[in-house]
């Protein structure tokens, strides 16, 4: 894991990109305190600060071939990478132990070709110096970041960072209004843009070329891939055998992704997803794992207790955190300050991350993305629901319709929720994006100032999704959805940002091409159950699990917001919705931000908290100082 940048230009000196690259470093020492490199090769110059996970004395980037044609700069983890340093060695002399030299030897030899080769989460940047020529890509799911910034005189920078973008002192930082938009509506900036105009975010699959000025993006993996199971697998004939064949593939993956030379731990909550997994490290290792929790001082909203018994059932070193409103509050300048995009998510995993580190791993596993592969979100149900009422709701008259509409769209959070799913869903793939909705349509247009209240538009992914997930039944659909918006847009992004920020590498097993495609390839009713969502998942590790555990309810994790809001964060909303504050960038409307600050403190609603949360942080980082600007 590291943090990787880059400075291509036709016209600007070797001196003056090689400045703007150390900047940028410099920016992303947290992402990688071990090591750090900047080298020029021609008009590209290139730089990355590492954390060293494998072989960690050697692997020093920009990595080159020997023969001085290929330099690669690195971020992620290739879990394969010893099987495909057996199919390389004997056209490369390695050198090092490390994923990095063997993802550079598969790149010269195959170039684009070696992507869909690769497993694991990764980002990088090759430079071709025979042909003058930038590959650039990221991993299917996005899971690790490349933010990249192109100018009219055919320059190009790139980093993994956008704070790392704006520290090279060659990037604007002016807020786009329809990013604005767009993170009201999907609590996030779905990629390709971001909260900078100009700056844009490769997608998840998606690779770039770069030569003489020119930058060209295509995609070199889409949803069909993920959900076309490998050659020669074959559905489960019954439950029995698709469990059996589910553990092998759990055991798989958390094989792959627990190898390191440095230690490994993992998140541990009350819940299954990080059960399981912990479980299976235990078992697979036969060694006594790491385990981090976060709880609170409010024992309804803790999973503490759960965690620490599922601890002890699994035999960990267990190391719990209690987190109370006073130390968020005392910590939100710095939080705010370490965001990239702005967010209402992830500081549980900011926290978990620096429990990790501070307890020795360099490395945590997270049961991230089981809820997308095992229906455990509500938005299965409701999309189900949804879909099978939509023939009955067409066949009512269009002046009952808008009669309707109307009524839900001025009425409470899940009515209006429901008024934007029925106005604008044209597909199964957009109906399960809209549950993903945040700030419902009347509510999101009344917060902007009026010249930036711009018509509804439907989520970046909605069109590809609906292209290319043809025939698919709507659990695959809707598990799509989940993972190319909410997960990708949200959860990965979040925890990359949150982890690195205290240098921890955070892998995540389930968010795996091989599992992903095996499970594609199964029947539906073996993965998902309704009436118990993940009890798939509970009965491939039943044995290992605590038994209390398998019937236990699904609680989802949440942090007691909602308390806090009203307590210890108080001030610094209260602070960040006056109109001074909401007024400073003039994208808002003052009156109706401060009219929907007030409604939550009246508590006309009960679940408008994370709505209230997310729209103070947008200010904040909004308003929040950007030296950077060049």
């Not at 993992?266 to 912990?278: E, N, Q, R």
Request: glycine share 8%; charged share 20%.
């Amino acid at each position: 894991m590291c943090g990787i940048a880059g400075y291509l230009s036709p016209s600007h000196s070797p001196e003056i990109r090689a400045g703007a690259v150390a900047r940028m470093n410099a920016a992303m020492v947290h992402r990688g305190p071990d090591d750090t490199g900047v080298t020029t090769f021609g008009e590209a110059t290139l730089g990355m600060q590492r954390l060293a996970i494998f072989d960690p004395a050697n692997g020093h980037q920009p990595m080159s071939t020997p023969d001085g044609r290929w330099h690669l700069v690195f971020n992620g983890a290739i879990y394969n990478f010893r099987a495909l340093r057996a199919e390389l060695v004997a056209t490369h002399d390695f050198k090092t132990e490390c994923d990095t030299e063997v993802l550079l030897a598969a790149l010269a030899r195959w170039g684009r070709d070696a992507l869909p080769r690769l497993r694991g989460m990764f980002a990088f940047a090759l430079w071709d110096a025979r042909e003058r020529t930038l590959l650039l890509a990221r991993d299917p799911f996005g899971i690790k970041p490349l933010y990249l910034h192109s100018t009219a005189d055919g320059s190009l920078l790139f980093a993994s960072e956008l704070n790392a973008l704006l520290a090279s002192a060659c990037v604007p930082a002016a807020i786009d209004p329809q990013a604005v938009s767009d993170y009201l509506a999907w609590l996030a900036v779905p990629a390709p843009r971001t909260i900078y105009r100009g700056v844009r975010s490769l997608c998840a699959g998606e690779c770039a070329t770069w030569r003489d000025g020119r930058l060209t993006i295509s995609p070199y993996d889409n949803a069909r891939d993920l959900i076309t199971p490998a050659a020669g697998a074959k559905p489960a004939r019954n439950r029995a055998e698709f469990t059996a064949g589910l553990r092998a593939q759990l055991e798989d993956t958390v094989r792959a992704h627990a190898v390191a030379d440095v230690p490994v731990g993992a998140f541990l909550s009350g819940g299954l997803d990080s059960t399981a997994l912990v479980a299976l490290m235990g078992k697979i290792s036969g060694t006594r794992i790491k385990t981090f929790s976060i709880g609170f001082d409010d024992a309804g909203y803790s999973e503490a207790a759960e965690a620490a018994a599922n601890a002890r059932h699994l035999g960990t070193d267990h190391h719990a955190t209690v987190l109370t409103g006073e130390r968020v509050a005392a910590d939100l300048g710095a939080l705010i300050a370490a965001l990239d995009h702005p967010t209402g998510d992830g500081i549980n995993t900011y926290y978990a991350s620096q429990a990790a580190r501070a307890g020795g791993v360099t490395v945590a596993l997270s049961g991230l993305g089981a809820d997308e592969l095992f229906g455990g979100y509500p938005s299965f149900k409701n999309t189900a629901l949804i879909q099978r009422w939509l023939p009955a709701w067409r066949a009512l008259p269009t002046s009952l319709q808008k009669s309707l509409l109307n009524r839900w769209s001025h009425g409470d959070t899940r009515s209006r929720k429901l008024a934007d799913a029925l106005n604008h869903a044209t597909s199964p793939a957009s109906l399960a994006l809209l549950q993903r909705r945040v700030f419902c349509e009347t509510t999101r247009r009344s917060l902007l100032a009026p010249e930036f209240a711009c018509a509804y538009a439907p989520h970046p992914a909605e069109a590809a999704l609906a292209a290319q997930l043809g025939g698919a039944d709507l659990f695959m659909t809707t598990s799509l959805a989940e993972m190319r918006g909410y997960m990708t847009d949200v959860l990965l992004r979040d925890s990359d940002v949150m982890s690195m920020r205290h240098s921890l590498e955070l892998r995540v097993p389930f968010v795996d091409r091989p599992l992903v495609r095996w499970l594609a390839g199964q029947p539906t009713a073996f993965k998902y159950t309704p009436k118990h969502p993940k009890s798939a998942l509970a009965a491939a590790v039943s044995d290992l699990v605590p038994p209390e555990l398998l019937g236990r309810k699904k609680r989802g994790f949440t942090l007691p917001y909602a308390v806090w809001m009203r307590g210890p964060l108080k001030s610094f909303l209260e602070d960040t919705f006056s109109a001074a504050s909401v007024g400073r960038s003039g994208l808002f409307d003052p009156a109706a931000v401060q009219a929907y600050w007030r409604h939550f403190l009246a508590g006309h609603d009960a679940i408008e908290w994370s709505r209230v949360w997310s729209l103070g942080i947008l200010i904040a980082f909004i308003n929040r100082s950007r030296p950077f600007t060049p």
